[in-house]
């Protein structure tokens, strides 16, 4: 979504590397090029104004003037800034001390209000907590049906006293799930709301009167993320109307600029609390300012992928995995690959994964164009090969890379490909674990890089010494010469000494050792 912001900032970073200082023409132009940035990405215009105007404030303060590096500061800068436009913190839940808590759902027609409820309920269940859901929007069509299939996907319980289609009193089932979640002992009641197409006085009306009946303890409106600039006009006629505590952004895994993302939270003053990027139930999670404005400077998102990991990863496989490559649990096997690949495949999409790395905006093109299919054929190939194959790679010859490839649907090559690219990895990822270091790294232990000679150029050979200068006075060479013939037919050195050989029995005569020392050394 902040994919056009993301590669126009990075642009403009670009432009400020390698200069020692900012002139103010340097700032000016720098400004200019972020506030045509921000617009574009169909960011409010008061937060464009008040966002440049913060990022020159700083620009022409000592923080940057007195900078070893002014290009990393004004990157620094924008950071801290896009993490205050964000919301500033992660903003959590509330819980109620006493009794279930009430979260109530609110916003647009169209904006996923009835998904993201079984979302937060399922990410609720993750967190040890026993939600019920609350079919309260009885408006639209199939809206209770909805959400009583998206409840049975995650698990939680649907409370839905009425057929909706038009029919029943929502007030009232709000009213009336408090006491059901007592009766239950439901800890978290998801109320979800009816929709509307634009700001409805009546349903504006509804959604209050739900507020007052079940006086929830947070009022979250969802509001969804393609929708531009007039996210921010119905978010503040919703906080006008209704009134909310936080703001969940659904649909950030689209291709829209993503400007309401950046505004809403700044005008409104409310934080962004939760963020849906995904079609799946876990698409879900709390939005981290820092890591989300970490994402828009192409800095990555390393801790969102650390946690998905945790989650997603079986500790017991990874540890096993880990001491196979350090060689000690035996050999790294196409079964132990594919598991990990397995593994990997449960965090969801490679590319949304690769896309959380730094960097990763120079090859988005090729992240886009990624084939998610093509683990599903190296899974197929893997699986057609017997068990002693996947545990011995080496005995695939012709015969059986023909079979494989036979039973695998695929041609012989992409079996030779699969074989061959294992070799490698493991023997890469074998390095690794050991301590070796990655190959083609530089600066890494074993291997070319920094500290090492460059390619093309001769190593520079160390000069010869000339050893002991000796004086032009002849009575001073005659005693160096006497010297330098008792040195070399003195004994040798007890510590070493590379003028001649160690004599142990000297070097412990010259130890001293007390008298019953001796009894360490059997």
């Known amino acids: 979504m902040f994919a056009t912001l993301s590669d126009r900032l990075s642009a403009t970073f670009k432009n400020l590397r390698g200069k020692g200082r900012l002139s103010e023409a340097d700032i000016d132009a720098t400004a200019r090029e972020i506030r045509i940035a921000l617009l574009e990405a169909d960011v409010a215009l008061p937060v464009v104004k008040e966002f440049v105007g913060a990022v020159k404030e700083r620009a022409r303060g000592s923080e940057v003037s007195q900078a070893l590096n002014p290009a990393q500061q004004i990157v620094k800068i924008v950071n801290e800034e896009l993490q205050t436009i964000l919301g500033g913190e992660t903003r959590r839940l509330r819980y109620a001390k ?169 005008i409104t003053g409310k934080p962004v609390m939760f963020a849906s990027n995904g079609e799946k139930m876990t698409d879900f999670d709390l939005f981290h300012p820092d890591r989300m404005a970490s994402r828009i400077l192409d800095m990555g998102d390393v801790l969102t992928l650390i946690e998905q990991a945790e989650k997603t990863f079986d ?46 905006a120079q090859f988005r093109d090729q992240l886009e164009n990624f084939d998610e299919r093509e683990i599903d054929r190296i899974q197929a190939i893997i699986q057609s090969m017997t068990p002693a194959e996947r545990a011995n790679p080496k005995i695939i010859d012709g015969s059986r890379r023909a079979r494989i490839a036979k039973g695998s649907g695929r041609q012989v090559s992409d079996v030779n490909q699969l074989v061959d690219r294992f070799f490698e990895a493991r023997k890469m990822m074998q390095q690794m674990a050991r301590g070796g270091g990655m190959p083609g790294m530089p600066g890494m232990p074993g291997m070319p890089g920094v500290g090492g000679p460059k390619r093309g150029k001769a190593k520079p050979q160390q000069k010869k010494g000339k050893g002991a200068k000796r004086s032009g006075n002849p009575a001073k060479a005659a005693e160096q010469a006497k010297a330098a013939k008792e040195k070399a037919a003195a004994p040798g050195n007890p510590f070493g000494n590379a003028d001649g050989p160690v004599d142990y029995e000297q070097a412990a005569a010259a130890l001293d050792l007390p008298a019953d020392f001796s009894k360490f050394l059997k």
């Open 315 to 360: 500790a017991d496989q990874a540890m096993k995995a880990a001491q196979k490559l350090s060689g000690q649990g035996g050999e790294f096997t196409l079964d132990d690959f594919l598991e990990q690949m397995q593994q990997v495949r449960k965090l969801g999409s490679l590319s949304k994964i690769m896309g959380m790395l730094p960097g990763m």
């Open 98 to 266: 006493n009794g279930p808590t009430v979260i109530m759902l609110a916003g647009l027609q169209g904006a996923g209000k009835t998904t993201l409820a079984a979302k937060l309920a399922l990410w609720l269940k993750q967190q040890d907590k026993s939600p019920l859901l609350v079919a309260c929007d009885l408006q639209r069509p199939n809206a209770v049906r909805q959400l009583q299939v998206n409840g049975e996907r995650v698990g939680v319980p649907v409370f839905a006293p009425e057929p909706g289609n038009g029919v029943g009193d929502p007030v009232q089932v709000a009213r009336a799930s408090i006491d059901e979640a007592k009766r239950r002992l439901h800890d978290v009641v998801i109320v979800d709301t009816a929709g509307r197409l634009g700001v409805d006085a009546e349903l504006m009306q509804q959604a209050a009167d739900i507020r007052d009946a079940v006086r929830p303890d947070e009022v979250l409106f969802v509001v969804d993320a393609m929708i531009g600039q007039d996210a921010v006009t119905t978010a503040q006629a919703f906080l006008d109307g209704v009134g909310y505590d936080g703001v969940v952004l659904t649909k950030l895994d689209g291709d829209a600029r993503g400007g309401a993302a950046l505004s809403i939270a700044s």
